[in-house]
């Protein structure tokens, strides 16, 4: 299995550019997680999607973001427009469903905004 | 709220010694998942080890080994014979329920490993 697989691994932004990252999910899990981790707040939950439907979106930061899950293997990461604070590491993970806490994290989106 | 401490912000050794990671939990689950991951310089997140509540015993993975101790909800992390590649940040994370039977992982501020030679 290859594993969750995120891109673009790095990203350099203009403030006020729209930003798309995107993650695949490791084949036959039904949830999937977006996190964000910066200096001043860690690792942090921004979405979690069971069954292709967001669930929790309680720690999406603003309008600004937003997050789809169009089909089983497919996620994005939106942020319109990009604001320098918006830079950070963001980590794509999934599992096999409802309560089955993520275990495995793809490689990240360290993603800047100038 | 689940929260989960690392005291040691870093920790500086040389090569060979053997170092314990902390973590200290707080839950109010009676069931719940603790993990440890490791964040080399590269950045990604590598899973080490999943432990259920229910499952005290202490494991052993090589040169990795983890004490998990309820009674005083702490799920300490130890290398033995440290090497220079245990250089990482080192993250505890707890399970928390979310919504609709959910799972999510809070994670403790993570502890900066550093081996010298």
């Known amino acids: 299995d290859a594993g969750v697989i995120q891109s673009p691994r790095h990203e350099v932004t203009e403030m006020g550019q729209e930003v798309t990252l995107r993650c695949k999910p490791i084949s036959g899990h039904n949830s999937l997680f977006w996190y964000r981790q910066t200096m001043m707040r860690g690792l942090e939950l921004l979405i979690y999607f069971n069954n292709n439907v967001p669930i929790d979106d309680s720690g999406m930061p603003e309008d600004r973001f937003s997050a789809k899950m169009p089909n089983a293997s497919f996620s994005t990461l939106k942020i319109q427009p990009s604001e320098p604070r918006d830079s950070a590491v963001y980590f794509c993970?999934?599992?096999?469903?409802?309560?089955?806490?993520?275990?495995?994290f793809g490689q990240g989106t360290r993603l800047t905004v100038v | 709220a689940q929260k989960v401490t690392q005291a040691q912000t870093e920790i500086s050794v040389v090569e060979k010694e053997d170092v314990t990671l902390d973590c200290v939990y707080e839950t109010r689950d009676t069931t719940y998942y603790l993990f440890w991951y490791k964040q080399p310089p590269s950045g990604e997140l590598v899973f080490l080890i999943r432990?259920?509540?229910?499952?005290?015993q202490n494991e052993i993975s090589g040169r990795y080994s983890w004490n998990f101790q309820k009674s005083t909800s702490s799920f300490n992390f130890t290398i033995t014979a440290s090497q220079v590649v245990d250089s990482a940040v080192y993250f505890c994370a707890l399970s928390e329920a979310i919504r609709e039977g959910a799972q999510k992982l809070v994670f403790g501020q993570g502890t900066r490993l550093t081996i010298n030679p």
């Open positions: 993970a999934s599992s096999l469903g409802r309560g089955s806490p993520p275990a495995f």
């Open positions: 432990r259920n509540s229910f499952d005290e």
